[in-house]
């Protein structure tokens, strides 16, 4: 089979639909080396993130003659020229969208849509963005001859705004990298440790501290906290601020990894207004070599996202063993399993009470890390990649 890629975003992207689009490109070309693969680029100058030395199975391909002065234009109308001359069967736009004219390229199509976030936070996009964007999603998922969506939850959501029938359109989770479930010398992680002044005990987060992923409900259900059992008053019974009171909450600190945004400002005066500025650490450009060791020396994970596609930081947090915290209302509890613990996006209580459970009951974290270690088996590269190669054929079935 020659499988064609829209590899901008693995070239280009180091987070989100960059890490997913190597990580199918990855897993197809281990998992069926006798297929060949076709990544289309549209700047060779812009490539930090993917090797494109011609090997194996695997071609690069970038524009050629007036394409080279309208880069932005080939991906989106040219590129069909292309795949068509080079005998395509399948061309996957990994990243939400497909070229214009896919249906000239005469090949077989499949488009993964990750999630209509702009749809429900219009305020987080610009609006000529929200119309680019809606006009290529929706033009993607009645092109493709398969659509794959990264959850259920995005299942449901192409269905509802795009009127996409159901049985065209597969959910294909997306893995993590082995990275994170394979062994970490004790000599890397006391080395991670150090660099950073990690704490001997803390709470990660992992992804960029924006809004929508919801962090400050960590920090005020830090402020709210259960009390100790020295004190034995609920948060709610209580009225004495957190910083007057006499006995302090659970000793544990917050460890935030993720780019920085004026939200970040925002978390910061609440806890330098409540008094508990010391139980937040703040690391922004962590490279991805470090990022397996945080979760190893973490005793808990949180991700209190309000609304995810499919929430790749839950999965990465189950495969290295720790056991973790997410929020309801879209897709986390897909990316967790049923084992992990989920409140409410807007209860601070409901998280303050389940950080208390994890980072005081050992055997509840024990309990987690091993049904999680079980859920995370149906994340591995061959079983991700059958699933992938399934949809292919049945896009060639059409």
């Known amino acids: 089979m020659r499988i064609g890629f829209d590899a901008k975003r693995a070239a280009q992207n180091r987070t989100g639909l960059g890490n997913y689009s190597r990580f199918v490109i990855r897993i197809l070309q281990q998992q069926y080396p006798e297929d060949e693969q076709y990544l289309y680029l549209p700047?060779?100058?812009?490539?930090?993130?993917?090797?494109?030395?011609?090997?194996?199975?695997?071609?690069?391909?970038?524009?050629?003659?007036?394409?080279?002065?309208?880069?932005?234009?080939?991906?989106?109308?040219?590129?069909?020229?292309?795949?068509r001359r080079e005998k395509t069967d399948i061309f996957h736009g990994l990243s939400?969208?497909?070229?214009?004219?896919?249906?000239?390229?005469?090949?077989?199509?499949?488009?993964?849509?990750?999630?209509?976030?702009?749809?429900?936070?219009?305020?987080?996009?610009?609006?000529?963005d929200r119309k680019i964007y809606d006009f290529k999603f929706r033009r993607a998922c009645r092109n493709a001859d398969r659509v794959i969506a990264v959850s259920e939850y995005t299942k449901r959501e192409i269905m509802h705004y795009y009127g996409t029938p159901a049985d065209k359109i597969d959910v294909v989770y997306q893995g993590c990298d082995p990275a994170f479930s394979a062994p970490i010398s004790k000599e890397k992680l006391d080395e991670v440790s150090n660099r950073y002044n990690l704490p001997s005990r803390f709470v990660l987060y992992v992804g960029s501290i924006e809004e929508r992923k919801n962090l400050m409900l960590v920090a005020k259900s830090i402020v709210r906290g259960v009390r100790s059992e020295e004190c034995g008053v609920r948060s709610e019974e209580c009225g004495v601020r957190s910083e007057e009171c006499g006995v302090r909450s659970e000793e544990f600190m917050v460890v935030a990894v993720g780019k920085r945004t004026a939200y970040t400002d925002e978390i910061m005066s609440y806890l330098e207004e409540n008094g508990i500025r010391e139980r937040f650490l703040f690391l922004h450009n962590v490279p991805f070599a470090d990022l397996p060791s945080f979760y190893r020396l973490a005793t808990a994970f949180v991700y209190p996202s309000r609304i995810e596609g499919f929430g790749i930081p839950l999965l990465e947090a189950i495969s290295s063993r720790l056991p973790a915290i997410g929020c309801t209302g879209s897709c986390l509890e897909e990316a967790g399993g049923p084992n992990s613990i989920y409140v409410d996006p807007d209860d601070a209580e409901a998280m303050a009470e389940a950080l208390h459970k994890v980072m005081n009951d050992s055997q509840l974290r024990q309990k987690m890390i091993d049904a999680g270690i079980d859920y995370a088996k149906n994340f591995t590269d061959a079983a991700l990649a059958r699933q992938l190669h399934s949809v292919y054929k049945k896009a060639l079935r059409k």
């Open 96 to 128: 939400n969208e497909l070229p214009l004219n896919i249906r000239s390229a005469r090949c077989h199509s499949v488009v993964t849509i990750h999630d209509l976030i702009f749809i429900h936070y219009p305020k987080y996009y610009h609006w000529i």
């Open 43 to 83: 700047n060779p100058k812009k490539t930090e993130y993917l090797p494109t030395t011609t090997c194996g199975n695997r071609r690069v391909l970038f524009p050629k003659g007036i394409w080279t002065k309208l880069r932005s234009l080939w991906r989106v109308w040219g590129i069909s020229g292309d795949i």
